[in-house]
């Protein structure tokens, strides 16, 4: 346990914690666009920014990214100092000059008084701040489906030449972790479509309800996570109802037996 | 020592007063009551009898849901003897609902992540509203007694 004060506050952090985890745990509210707690930190949308100084630092600060910085001893944090304002008001005034029409982008923007950005506008940008949290998840999972291509203004996130690839499976965790809804899919009945490629879902064997999961994820995460694929195969309805069968059975059971 | 549920359907009159505690316990966004953990079926065991049963997550020592869990967003809590679901970490994919052989997690359609039974911090709520003691909170060998000797435990009732 580290012992470090976050806006006049003493608090106690288990050693090795991320200062952005300590910090939302005291819920105080900091923007953090491009943390998800299943994937590594990574720190590229810089709006996590918090000022950090010491006791012995004489009065100089330091600017860090919490979402990567590691708790230390003695530190002293603000969240929101008129300098950390001023930097998360910069980027988000850049992000809505890319993303204009992101409603993320504009909520959290007009958060810190931005209505309108004051740079030249991309009015055909869109919602994708290239933070890179689908490409992490989609690669620390295993199936390595999404990358970022090109440079510059043309970069974007995408599969191999904007083509179906055979190593999505289809589970739409980039679309779930994307922090302004930029990737879409969509979804009727057992069919699902992302990054230009059809799946079919998976059906309850007993009432033919959509699980919600394609065949590819199936087979993919139960060799991943060691788990029998017939786990897989069922609604949580269906169990229920076979659940409350089997109780039942073993109940009348050990009444026989009296 | 260590509690474990002991769920009697004999006991159970379908009342739901547990269903309720747990929805309320587990408020989701803005205060709304969030989805319940614990869920009573009522089946029709015959012609005349229903049997109401009460379903609630048993803390698996090797649960499905967490071991298909691609980002370990399920995990124990070693105070209360809780698996339990953190939404920070999951990613939706909706592998464990499908792997949880009975059916005890699934997703609440309001915050759209997965909700399991939490043993509300080791002091379930579920049992201090149950009227007929149709789920206690035993100590370990109790309840474990209980479940695999009913007869033993009929015996001791009648004398
Ligand atoms: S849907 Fe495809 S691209 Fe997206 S995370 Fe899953 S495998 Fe990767
Ligand atoms: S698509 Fe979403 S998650 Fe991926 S880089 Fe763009 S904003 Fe980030
Ligand atoms: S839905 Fe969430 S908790 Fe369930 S397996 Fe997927 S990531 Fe894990
Ligand atoms: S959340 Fe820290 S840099 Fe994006």
Known sequence: MVTLTINGKQIKAPAGEMLLETIRRQDIEIPALCHHAAVEPFGACRLCTVEITRQSWDGWKNYVTSCLFPVEEGLIVQTHSSEVTRIRCTILDLLLASSPNSRVIQDLASEYGILASSYVVDAAGDDCILCGLCTRVCSELGMNAIATVERGRLKKVDTPFSEPSASCIGCTICAQVCPTGHIRFEERGLKRKIWYKEFKLIACSECGRSLKLTPEMKQYFSERQQLPEDYLEQCADCKQKQTVDRFNRIIDRSEEVI | MENRFHVRPELCIACKSCELACAFTHSSLQGQPGKSRINIKVIKADESRLINTPLICLQCDEAACATICPTNALQWNLETGALVHHDLRCVRCHLCVAACPFGNIYFDPVTDYPVKCDLCDGDPMCVKFCPSGA?????????????????????????
Do not use: G, K, S
């Open chain 2, 135 to 159: 789920i206690t909170w035993l100590p370990l060998t109790e309840a474990e007694v209980n479940r695999i000797q009913p007869e033993i435990n009929e015996e001791a009732d009648t004398d």
